[in-house]
């Protein structure tokens, strides 16, 4: 089965900080995606990944950067976290089409 | 508890009914389709998918329609369990489009009465 892990599953974090949320998958995928999931907004995606060090915007980049070191691990990054990223952040990977997804990590910003 | 499933449309049903959870799509050049489960502090869940070259799909207790003509997918579950209760939704897949992305919709919530 595919396993897709997600660092923490609860975050709080103070407004200004940098945040590092990691996601580790155990399946060889080529394709790694972050969203945020919102109430009434549904999954948005913020990067998503096709290979090492390889990186493209999603629909709501501003306020994150991505990285890609090696091919199980992508990394979301908030350099400076605002109230407005309080969120469940979603990690997946995908090999093709069907995405697997991480549990999620529930992020408040205070 | 989770709050993912505010503000979505709500199907209320009897437990040992048949639901049916439906999905309008928006992009006629998409060719296939899947539809997630997401239960309350998990990330969403397959459940089945469904390519353009076909109508129907069936899975365990689960089935998949798709009708191209007028861009609608459905998921019927049949003898809906307590455990079901999660909200659904569909995602697409376009022909051509970027390598892997899909497209969500918001989601269905489903609730069954024991």
């Known amino acids: 089965d595919v396993k897709v892990t997600q660092s923490s599953r609860y975050l709080v974090k103070r407004t200004g900080e940098k945040v590092f949320l990691e996601c580790v998958q155990d399946?060889?995928?080529?394709?790694m995606f972050w969203y945020r999931q919102d109430p009434g907004l549904g999954l948005r995606l913020i990067y998503f990944s096709y290979d090492v060090k390889m990186k493209e915007k999603g629909d709501i980049p501003e306020g994150y950067s991505v990285s890609r070191e090696k091919k199980e691990r992508f990394s979301l990054i908030l350099e400076s976290a605002s109230t407005n990223q309080t969120s469940m952040y979603l990690c997946?990977?995908?090999?093709?089409?069907?995405?697997?997804f991480g549990p999620g990590t529930r992020l408040t910003v205070l | 508890g989770e709050s993912v499933g505010l503000h979505l449309p709500t199907l209320s049903v009897q437990e040992g009914d048949n639901s049916i959870i439906n999905c309008a799509y928006s992009?006629?050049?998409?060719?296939?389709f899947i539809w997630y489960k997401q239960e309350s502090g998990k990330g969403p869940q397959f459940i089945i998918d469904i390519r353009s070259n076909m109508d129907k799909r069936q899975g365990q207790r689960v089935t998949v329609l798709l009708n191209k003509t007028v861009k609608h997918l459905s998921l019927q579950i049949a003898a809906t369990q307590p455990g079901d209760s999660a909200v659904y939704f569909c995602a697409e897949a376009a022909r051509g489009g970027s390598q892997g992305n899909l497209i969500f919709g918001k989601g269905t919530k489903l609730s069954v009465k024991p």
């Open positions: 992009n006629s050049a998409s060719d296939y």
């Open positions: 997946a990977s995908s090999l093709i089409n069907e995405q697997f």
């Open positions: 399946m060889d995928h080529e394709n």
